[in-house]
């Protein structure tokens, strides 16, 4: 589980700022890419910052409150798919954008990849 935190290769950032996506590090970039590529959502969490060993997916609560990876805070409507730790404390708002809380960053040593299946 050990990662390392590096520059993409030229090809996929290439890849990834030709779709008008940025390039931000190894990690981020290959989710954006395979997301792309398969057309579902995926997300590397940094495992360490989940401070949980489960994740469960669930419906939000009106008036949850999360920050995500730009820095800004939303409380959200209710309803919205979610991922918790295990002190249902959210740490992903699935399919739209990860939080500040479960981000990988140059310290991320374990990471957790989820793939996202949506069936509509």
């Known amino acids: ?37 398969i057309g579902h959502p995926t997300h590397v969490f940094d495992f360490d910052r ?15 409150v999360i920050e995500t990876l730009d820095e800004k805070s939303y409380s959200l409507n209710g309803g919205e798919i979610v991922a918790v730790n295990n002190k249902d404390e959210v740490v992903d708002l699935l399919g739209i954008m990860g939080l500040k809380n479960s981000v990988v960053n140059a310290k991320t040593k374990r990471i957790l990849f989820l793939s996202i299946i949506i069936n509509r």
């Not at 954006?32 to 590529?37: C, D, E, L, R």
């Open 50 to 64: 989940l401070n949980s060993r489960v994740l469960t997916i669930r419906e939000a609560v009106k008036g949850e």
């Open 1 to 37: 589980m050990d990662v390392e935190i590096n520059d993409s290769p030229k090809e996929i950032k290439d890849r990834l700022e030709a779709s008008g996506t940025r390039s931000l590090n190894n990690l981020v970039d290959i989710t954006n890419y395979v997301s792309k590529t």
